[in-house]
């Protein structure tokens, strides 16, 4: 499910809710911060009250609640929503210039329905390259972290706040049985047509990644601005791989801050944490990627 705040972003960018009974949607007003609701033909219904599309609460809830206006709460669309919306032909459009790089399973999950042209997308493996108008993509390979973090207390700490979201864990993993088994994890480095170049470790840099591998890509693939996400238990192992991979410019995100919020568990403040790398390298320009929908131009570089 989408976060509240991906969802408000998509729905100023023009999406339209038409509601139907098991959407699912939020409030946003801080007293309920944190709750989805869903309408069900039972207690919530989606209706027209005065001639205004609106969302009344029927039952016990109608204690706290009456009705709200449509353009009062927010629709969280499904995947399967979301995928309806993009693969209706009104949007193909504006999917002439999308171009897909990765990995065969990957691109067979993405593209199962063929949204895509084929001449949009591209399979590689690890070490292949495919020039885009003008952009070299280089494909290689890293190792992703363990789901558990060290330490057999901090792993008991992490599976208590799993089991006590039993839905929320079920959903998840459920969602998670669609998705490639054994796809290779892949990170890219970019070559624009005047040279700069950018590469995206992803989630390859932690704590137990092998010096081996990051010397290696170091060697075959300098970059001057280097992407990666970071977790709050690989702040301490960041610097040696940001020293070795010498960039002059670090992007960091997080990958799953959406997963930690949701399940209680902590998460590292980018803004804190891009103070405390440009405290180690003064001579780096370090950009933390705050925003749900952030997007960089040729001017930022």
């Not at 998670?176 to 040279?195: K, S």
């Not at 003064?282 to 960089?296: C, D, F, K, S, V």
Request: charged share 20%; proline share 8%.
């Amino acid at each position: 499910m989408l976060t509240l705040t991906t969802a408000r972003t998509l729905r100023e960018a023009g999406l339209v809710w038409k509601p139907q009974n098991l959407d699912f949607f939020a409030i946003p007003l801080p007293e309920f911060e944190g709750q989805v609701f869903a309408i069900n033909d039972m207690t919530v219904l989606a209706e027209s009250l005065y001639g205004q599309p609106a969302i009344t609460f029927h039952g016990t809830v109608e204690w706290a609640l009456d009705h709200l206006w449509l353009g009062e709460v927010i629709w969280l669309p499904r995947e399967e929503q979301l995928r309806e919306l993009l693969e209706d032909p009104a949007a193909r459009p504006y999917l002439a210039n999308t171009h897909l790089v990765s990995s065969s399973a990957v691109i067979a999950h993405v593209n199962r329905n063929n949204v895509l042209p084929p001449e949009n997308v591209h399979h590689v493996v690890d070490g292949e390259t495919v020039t885009i108008a003008g952009v070299k993509i280089t494909a290689f390979t890293w190792v992703h972290m363990p789901l558990l973090p060290p330490g057999l207390w901090p792993k008991l700490e992490y599976i208590v706040q799993l089991a006590i979201h039993p839905v929320d864990l079920v959903r998840i993993g459920t969602l998670g049985l669609r998705l490639p088994a054994n796809a290779p994890q892949l990170g890219f480095h970019v070559t624009y047509p005047d040279g700069l170049t950018v590469l995206n470790y992803a989630e390859g840099v932690h704590r137990l990644t092998n010096a081996g591998e990051v010397e290696q890509v170091a060697a075959k693939f300098p970059a001057t601005m280097l992407f990666f996400a970071v977790e709050p238990d690989d702040a301490e192992a960041i610097p040696r791989w940001v020293e070795m991979l010498a960039p002059s410019e670090v992007y960091i995100y997080e990958a799953h801050r959406p997963w930690r919020e949701l399940f209680h568990l902590p998460f590292i403040d980018l803004n804190d944490y891009a103070g405390t790398l440009t405290q180690r390298f003064p001579h780096l320009a370090i950009h933390p990627l705050t925003g749900e929908r952030q997007t960089l131009t040729r001017g930022d570089a």
